[in-house]
């Protein structure tokens, strides 16, 4: 059978921080869920009554644990990543919106006074700006 898994030996300074995080509950709610799970584990609960108390599974708890162990306190806190890349650099944009703002009659079209979103995205592509190919991408630049 393998052995417990069990949080390295937590100074009281570490103990009282811990504490403090479940406690008041500020911040990511990740970072207090992580917490409750290493103090309970602390005080030697073992994997399946911990994963019971926190209405979480046997492997979170575990993964929780062993993070804790390998980085400290950092393994509390949550690691997002940077999300999705801009679609268009800011003199692109600075373009497209130039475009949007000014006269119709300026580029060839009708006189319009709002003219279609297609209309604006076709003159963008011409004048080497890319067009963004959704209709609520390009309200937002525009404003």
């Not at 600075?94 to 995205?121: F, M, N, T, W, Y």
């Not at 003159?123 to 080497?128: D, E, I, P, T």
């Amino acid at each position: 059978m393998a052995e417990r898994v069990r949080v390295r030996e937590i100074g009281d300074d570490e103990g009282r921080r811990l504490l403090r995080i479940v406690r008041r509950g500020a911040g990511s709610v990740v970072t207090w869920r992580q917490a409750q799970m290493v103090l309970l584990s602390t005080e030697g609960l073992p994997v399946a009554k911990v994963a019971e108390v926190t209405f979480t599974s046997g492997d979170r708890v575990r993964d929780a644990v062993h993070s804790c162990n390998a980085d400290g306190f950092e393994s509390l806190h949550p690691k997002y990543g940077g999300g999705r890349p801009k679609m268009f650099t800011l003199p692109e944009r600075r373009e497209i919106k130039k475009i949007a703002k000014s006269r119709p009659v300026e580029h060839g079209l009708p006189g319009q006074h709002d003219p279609p979103l297609h209309q604006l995205a076709k003159q963008a592509h011409r004048r080497r700006a890319p067009a963004q190919r959704r209709r609520p991408g390009q309200r937002r630049m525009i404003r």
